[in-house]
């Protein structure tokens, strides 16, 4: 059974938009945090951004004021708005769901074009 399933990955030009979206599977209980992280060829897995159940968030350095996530906890989905593009965003994007245990997304694709 798949428990995370993510969604809006894509081709964009740079100073594009996407919205990539990961909702977890309800059997899931007890989510104490939701986010992404993304990796590109033959670098390191990062953090994007994260919010906590609290409601507070954590982003990269490098998306902040470009990217937000928010979220609806009734339906274990949270939502990652990535705004001005660019193609330094190029990566692999990954769910990430904290609960009893960790679980991930398989992975969505975001290419930024110049």
């Known amino acids: 059974q798949v428990q995370v399933v993510e969604s809006g990955g894509g081709l964009v030009q740079s100073g594009g938009s996407l919205r990539l979206s990961c909702a977890a599977s309800r059997i899931i209980s007890s989510i104490t945090a939701m986010g992404w992280y993304r990796q590109a060829p033959g670098k390191q897995r990062e953090l994007v951004a994260t919010i906590s159940r609290s409601g507070s968030t954590t982003y990269a350095d490098s998306v902040k004021g470009r990217f937000t996530l928010s979220r609806d906890n009734a339906k274990n989905t949270v939502y990652l708005q990535m705004n001005n593009l660019k193609p330094e965003d190029t990566a692999v994007y990954y769910c990430?769901?904290?609960?009893?245990?960790?679980?991930w997304g398989q992975g969505t694709q975001v290419t930024v074009s110049s």
């Open positions: 990430n769901v904290n609960a009893v245990r960790t679980y």
